[in-house]
């Protein structure tokens, strides 16, 4: 039986982490999405409202006051329902990336050439952003990205040189 390094188990238990704090936000936004789904399904479609055939001064402004409210509503709800379903789009991509991050983390563990590939590509695409980050980002702000930069060379450097294929 081969023991994995110490860096490379913590690199492992990570991408554990990192796959769990993907996938719970986002398995969150796709139940409500559903229910949403569901909801919108079973619901009877709204009625029209009647007005008077002579209507007077009265009824005329109500009914001009009614017609911009609901138009307002119509827009605002067309670009809530449209933020709700990217946002569900957006969840399914967090989902896959998740779980690409959890088969990474047990493929580091089982010692799978594939995954210390993979590690190192998600490792160095993280150091890349967060040294850029790094980079145009001034005052006590960049703690943030210098600490990420740090641990993502590191994991990076850890993976290629962790175990032999």
């Known amino acids: ?30 139940v409500m999405y559903s229910v949403y789904r569901v909801q919108l399904w079973v619901s009877p479609s709204p009625e029209e409202t009647s007005f008077p055939k002579n209507p ?42 998740a779980f690409v991050l959890f088969l990474t983390g047990r493929g580091l563990h089982a010692h799978q050439g594939w995954s210390r590939g993979v590690a190192g590509i998600i490792t160095s695409g993280l150091f890349l952003v967060s040294f850029l980050s790094l980079m145009s980002i001034r005052g006590p702000l960049v703690l943030l990205p210098a600490v990420l930069a740090a641990t993502s060379f590191v994991a990076t450097w850890s993976v290629w040189r962790g175990f032999a294929l």
Do not use: C, E
């Open 56 to 97: 007077d001064a009265i009824l005329l402004i109500l009914q001009g006051i009614v017609r911009a409210v609901s138009g307002t509503a119509s827009v605002l709800g067309r670009v809530g329902s449209f933020l709700f379903n990217g946002l569900a789009m957006i969840s399914v991509l967090a989902l896959v990336f």
């Open 1 to 30: 039986m081969i023991v994995l390094p110490p860096s490379l188990g913590a690199i492992a238990n990570s991408f554990y982490v990192a796959s769990a704090s993907f996938a719970l936000p986002s398995a969150a936004v796709l």
